[in-house]
């Protein structure tokens, strides 16, 4: 079993920046796929960024060349690096773990942009 914990979020105002962690507790064996996704209030969960066991980024539209994904395997920890960030930005953010069928997520941190 996988937890998945995430943590960094807060205000910020526009043009301001913030640091998201995801803590992984447990295993699934090898180096999985991992994901962050964002929820704004009255909007479907969206994808943000990727980065794959190989260490391949993709990343939405939106935030391409503003936010930056990395990871750490040795800690099992995901990162989101967020700049220029934007009052659209503001929503939940969620830590994606997955691989062979197994998909796991953590609670949740909330991002506000706002002045």
């Known amino acids: 079993q996988v937890q998945l914990v995430e943590s960094g979020g807060g205000l910020v105002e526009p043009g301001g920046s913030l640091r998201l962690s995801c803590a992984a507790s447990?295993?699934?064996?090898?180096?999985?796929?991992m994901a962050w996704y964002r929820q704004a209030p009255g909007k479907q969960r969206e994808w943000v960024a990727t980065?794959?066991?190989?260490?391949?980024?993709v990343y939405a539209d939106s935030v391409k060349g503003r936010f930056t994904i990395s990871r750490d395997n040795a800690k099992k920890t995901l990162s989101l690096q967020m700049n220029s960030l934007k009052p659209e930005d503001t929503a939940v953010y969620y830590c994606k773990q997955y691989d062979s069928g197994l998909v796991y997520w953590g609670q949740g941190t909330q991002v506000t942009v706002s002045s």
């Open positions: 447990g295993s699934i064996g090898g180096i999985p796929n």
């Open positions: 980065i794959t066991s190989i260490g391949i980024t």
